[in-house]
């Protein structure tokens, strides 16, 4: 038989080795010699009479019940060996569908069983999973209202065809199962349990017992633990890589993606697209978070519906998201030009127009129960350069610069470029001096007149801030203010800009100049609760009446949340400083923020006054309304911009109260403020005498 066997195995597989052969025979002639000789001497014993009988009767009796006890032995070891590779299975790393079945597959091998199922009883639905012997016909599982019948919440059930519950039987025929053993298998986190299956033994092996019952809780139990452990792992990892709110993913998932895509190398065929939506925080300020938040899974929606599969999108947080494209050939035109040797040309153009696709598609209304918004995003597209120090953030760095340089020019996509990276460090050289000025007294408090046109003298002055750069000379607002509202630093600015002009203003008091001072403040120092208190603190510090203090704010600045503004204006109001409207009739409802803000003046804006014509009536239209209305509320009325005498001449005719701009005086130092007096034969006190700057 075993010559047999090796040639057999020979024709199946080529010859075998010596080592293979001894294996095979060495055995067989032990266990022949073996057996020839205990037959032979249990022969000569049986035909030796009545006493050589009954020693060959125990003897065959003795070695079968050895045998059985054996067989018993070697399969509870057999079975603990499986049990302890089922439990060392059950700690492994596979994901939860993976894992579920190859350890159903072990507790079918260990049970002996052709079928194990597993059947999960959630809150509203079953969850089932089945592996079977290959040599078994595949059938689906029970119906779910079968296996309700089944549920074993007070312990296990073992059933069988001989079973006489009826039940018991319904469920055997409809599953078309000859036996099987159920157990309750442990709640999910608690809010699912359920039942682990074994059915038909297979043939040859008897029937389930008592034991096998006993098993399989023991399986069960350790499955429940493994798949709980499992489920808790995957939630927890997805909890800590995706976005409670909009189920995107977070920053850490688009570092892991990138990561993945690149391999620490940006491709040239991977794009990073940044968005940021345009004034969202006016959605959350004046309609609500939760108008917010619906918003934002609304821009998720419709980011996920217009983009291709491959893509990863992200919430980075607030309004911002992220799009990776792995590959930008696969983009319509991606692939358009690579023949004629400009495939990087043709790839930006690719990912540039998917872009302006996403930027039209958030801009489109948004219905929600409260309101029907629309939103604008600033998209900043980064492509992969082949750099082989490029990194997942890198390409974000790039992403972002082009992103900003979208939202400073107001321009929904911007592809970035290697000049915006200059840019970028230009501003952020910038901020690091801006930041050492406002420590070491870089900013100088300039003072533009304002001419009372009924007392034809300068009553009052606005104070105009100017940067001395070390390096790049005098800076201009426009350059360092938005650098400073960006990085959180105009409080700290209004506050060294209102300490100076109001010290200034009481040194002129002192010296016998009667003039009042005009303080611009930004949007983000408006809706500070502790502004009254710090205007009271500068007022009493510098000892000036509040009386010379007007405050300028802008309609832009108080829609940001009108309610808060109002309420703070109102406390600043009380202190006795006088409030004015910045550039009236540019904003967005000027005529309801007259009645609900506790201004007394009004500034026309430079832009209405710059095309004043005495000859042309309808210039005037604005101009004149502006004018009556303020003069029917009681505010005094302010026009800037006023560059020569005829604007002056026709604004005065049109009944403006104070007038500011080139042709009275361009912004002059202190000690130039004292000789525009003088040469404007200004009202002085006879204690008039050199003021200090």
Not at 579 to 587: E, I, K, M, P
């Amino acid at each position: 038989m075993s010559l047999s066997v090796c040639q057999v195995i020979r024709w199946h597989q080529g010859p075998l080795s010596t080592r293979q052969r001894a294996e095979v025979h060495l055995p067989a002639v032990v266990i022949s010699c073996l057996a020839t000789a205990s037959s032979y001497g249990l022969l000569l014993l049986a035909f030796d009479g009545l006493v050589g009988a009954f020693v060959v009767a125990f003897l065959v009796a003795g070695s079968s019940l050895t045998y059985r006890h054996y067989r018993v032995l070697h399969r509870r070891h057999r079975s603990l060996a499986h049990v302890h590779d089922f439990i060392r299975l059950s700690e492994s790393d596979e994901d939860l569908d993976e894992l579920t079945r190859r350890m159903l597959e072990q507790a079918r091998t260990l049970m002996r069983a052709e079928v194990a199922e597993l059947t999960v009883h959630d809150t509203d639905r079953f969850v089932r999973l089945r592996v079977q012997d290959d040599d078994r016909p595949h059938a689906a599982p029970a119906p779910a209202d079968a296996a309700t019948a089944l549920t074993v919440a007070d312990g296990p059930v073992l059933r069988s065809r001989r079973t006489r519950d009826p039940a018991a039987r319904a469920w055997l025929q409809a599953s078309g199962f000859r036996d099987a053993v159920a157990v309750p298998f442990a709640a999910l986190d608690g809010r699912a349990g359920g039942t682990l299956t074994v059915a038909d033994r297979i043939e040859g092996t008897g029937s389930f017992t008592a034991e096998d019952v006993t098993l399989l809780e023991t399986l069960a139990g350790h499955l429940a633990v493994a798949l709980n452990s499992r489920r808790r792992h995957e939630r927890l990892h997805y909890e800590a890589t995706h976005d409670v709110l909009t189920g995107l993913g977070n920053r850490a998932l688009l570092t892991a993606a990138i990561t993945a895509v690149t391999g620490g190398d940006a491709r040239e065929d991977v794009a990073l697209l940044l968005l940021d939506l345009d004034h969202f925080k006016d959605v959350n300020d004046t309609l609500g978070h939760h108008v917010g938040d619906a918003l934002l899974r609304a821009v998720a929606d419709r980011l996920m519906a217009a983009l291709p599969p491959s893509a990863t999108v992200v919430r980075l947080g607030g309004d911002e998201f992220a799009v990776l494209l792995p590959d930008v050939t696969e983009l319509p035109g991606g692939r358009a030009r690579r023949r004629h040797g400009s495939d990087r040309r043709s790839r930006e153009e690719a990912v540039t127009a998917l872009a302006v696709q996403i930027a039209a598609t958030l801009a489109a209304p948004v219905p929600l129960p409260e309101a029907v918004l629309t939103t604008r995003a600033s998209v900043g597209v980064a492509l992969g350069c082949g750099e082989a120090d490029a990194t997942a953030s890198t390409l974000l760095r790039r992403a972002d610069t082009a992103m900003y340089a979208a939202k400073a020019g107001q321009i929904a996509v911007v592809l970035h470029t290697p000049a915006l990276d200059q840019g970028r460090l230009e501003r952020l050289a910038l901020l690091a001096d801006l930041r050492v000025a406002l420590e070491q007294d870089q900013l100088q408090v300039l003072y533009q007149p304002k001419l009372n046109l009924a007392a034809g003298r300068t009553t009052s002055v606005e104070a105009l801030v100017r940067w001395q750069h070390p390096r790049l000379g005098t800076l201009s607002p426009d350059i360092f203010i938005p650098l400073a509202e960006a990085n959180g630093l105009i409080p700290r600015l209004t506050q060294i800009v209102l300490a100076e002009s109001l010290r200034q203003c009481a040194a002129w008091r002192a010296a016998g100049i009667d003039l009042s001072v005009a303080v611009n403040l930004s949007a983000a120092t408006v809706n500070d609760p502790s502004l009254p208190e710090q205007i009271s603190t500068a007022l009493l510090t510098a000892g000036l009446p509040p009386s010379k203090l007007t405050l300028e704010i802008t309609e832009s600045a108080v829609m940001n949340d009108p309610e808060r503004a109002a309420a703070i204006l109102e406390r600043i109001a009380a202190i006795g400083v006088t409030l004015s409207l910045d550039d009236f009739g540019t904003g967005y409802s000027s005529l309801s923020y007259l009645q609900r803000l506790p201004v007394a003046e009004v500034k026309i804006d430079r832009s209405f006054t710059a095309v004043l014509r005495a000859d042309q009536p309808n210039s005037q239209i604005l101009v004149r309304a502006v004018i009556n209305l303020g003069t029917s509320l009681g505010l005094r009325v302010v026009a800037e911009g006023v560059e020569d005498a005829a604007t002056l001449k026709l604004l005065r005719k049109l009944g403006c109260h104070v007038i500011q701009g080139y042709h009275v005086a361009r912004p002059l130092t202190p000690a130039n403020i004292v000789t525009h007096l003088h040469e404007q034969h200004a009202n002085f006190s006879p204690r008039l005498r050199s003021v200090p700057a």
